[in-house]
């Protein structure tokens, strides 16, 4: 199987800056789109920014200017350098990607564990 497992979570202080990283390891065929979603307490997940294969890039309203997805095919990990953080950016952190398992034809969904971001002075 397969596993995504993010990391760089922690404390920062309002206008300062954090990188997330994201790794896929197991039984990895390909990787397609690789998202960063977010989870504040008490509100839905949104998705915050997603790369293709290609390195195309999207993100949401709120954070655009301030983060930065980047991705390492080769090694598998895709990253989210975030800067000018803000109090309202605090929130779990989740990678996703679609994966294709060696041997398979299907593409699957994953999650990672998610890694909590909090910004407070």
């Known amino acids: 199987q397969v596993q995504l497992v993010e990391s760089g979570g922690g404390l920062v202080q309002p206008g300062g800056s954090l990188r997330l990283s994201c790794a896929a390891s197991?039984?990895?065929?390909?990787?397609?789109?690789m998202c960063w979603y977010r989870q504040a307490p008490g509100k839905e997940r949104e998705l915050v920014a997603r790369?293709?294969?290609?390195?195309?890039?999207d993100y949401a309203d709120s954070v655009k200017g301030r983060f930065t997805a980047s991705r390492d095919n080769a090694k598998n990990t895709v990253n989210l350098q975030m800067a000018s953080l803000k109090p309202e950016d605090a929130a779990v952190y989740y990678c996703?990607?679609?994966?294709?398992?060696?041997?398979?034809?299907?593409?699957?969904?994953?999650w990672g564990q998610g890694t909590e971001v909090t910004v407070s002075s």
């Open positions: 197991g039984s990895v065929g390909s990787i397609g789109a």
């Open positions: 996703n990607a679609q994966i294709l398992l060696v041997g398979s034809v299907y593409w699957n969904d994953y």
């Open positions: 790369i293709t294969r290609g390195g195309s890039t």
